[in-house]
């Protein structure tokens, strides 16, 4: 397993739409430990593929409690099946946005069906913060980002301080 650097905005390949996995094989497994590596050691509660710059429909999430069992999911060519008309606003974070938190409102239960890393088909009902990650997770698949749900003002403050963060870890 091995830690990847995360790309931060402005980085064009998180505004592009990731491809699907043709199939699950060695490279793919290998893909999502380095993924969950990566995850745990920023540290983050979800990481898509192409915050590491692979552009590939691939997430990974362990939204466990601090006091629980770590429970990390691969999640592979992922669809939201359903949204409810429930919404809640929470506070989000996004690794390719370091240091930055905003509320965001989103559905507060979503259905999801995906590929496991054993190849079947799987799909379950998910809440609280596992239903905010995953929507997080499939919007940076699809190329966008949590701070789009935010006003103009908001966004354009939040894009200037990014740029000077990558101006500065570039000259380091």
Same mark, same amino acid.
């Given at each position: 397993m091995?830690?990847r650097p995360?790309?931060?905005?402005?980085?064009?390949r998180?505004r592009k739409v /990731?491809?699907?996995v043709? /199939?699950?094989?060695?490279?793919?497994?290998a893909l =999502?430990q380095?993924?969950l590596? =990566?995850?745990?050691d /920023?540290p $983050?509660?979800g990481l898509a593929?192409?915050?590491? $710059?692979?552009?590939?429909?691939?997430?990974v999430?362990?939204? /466990? *409690?601090?006091? @629980?069992?770590p429970?990390?999911?691969?999640?592979i060519n992922p669809?939201i099946l359903? #949204?409810s008309?429930?919404l809640e606003?929470?506070?989000?974070?996004? &690794?390719?946005?370091?240091?930055i938190?905003?509320?965001?409102?989103?559905?507060?239960?979503?259905r &999801?069906?995906?590929? $496991? &890393?054993d190849g079947?088909?799987?799909e379950?009902e998910f *809440?609280?913060?596992w239903a905010?990650?995953i929507?997080?997770?499939? @919007?940076?698949?699809d190329g966008?980002l949590?701070?789009d749900?935010l *006003?103009?003002v !908001? #966004?354009?403050m939040?894009?200037? +301080?990014?740029? !000077?963060l +990558? +101006?500065?870890?570039a000259r380091a």
């Amino acid at each position: 397993m091995t830690t990847r650097p995360i790309l931060i905005i402005p980085e064009p390949r998180l505004r592009k739409v /990731a491809d699907p996995v043709p /199939a699950i094989d060695d490279s793919i497994r290998a893909l =999502t430990q380095d993924m969950l590596e =990566t995850m745990y050691d /920023a540290p $983050g509660i979800g990481l898509a593929a192409p915050q590491i $710059g692979v552009m590939k429909r691939v997430f990974v999430m362990d939204c /466990a *409690g601090q006091d @629980d069992p770590p429970n990390p999911m691969e999640i592979i060519n992922p669809e939201i099946l359903w #949204r409810s008309e429930e919404l809640e606003t929470s506070e989000e974070g996004c &690794l390719s946005i370091p240091e930055i938190y905003e509320e965001v409102t989103r559905p507060e239960r979503v259905r &999801l069906r995906w590929l $496991g &890393l054993d190849g079947e088909i799987h799909e379950q009902e998910f *809440g609280e913060r596992w239903a905010v990650c995953i929507q997080h997770e499939m @919007d940076h698949l699809d190329g966008k980002l949590f701070i789009d749900y935010l *006003g103009p003002v !908001k #966004r354009r403050m939040i894009m200037s +301080k990014m740029k !000077k963060l +990558k +101006k500065e870890r570039a000259r380091a």
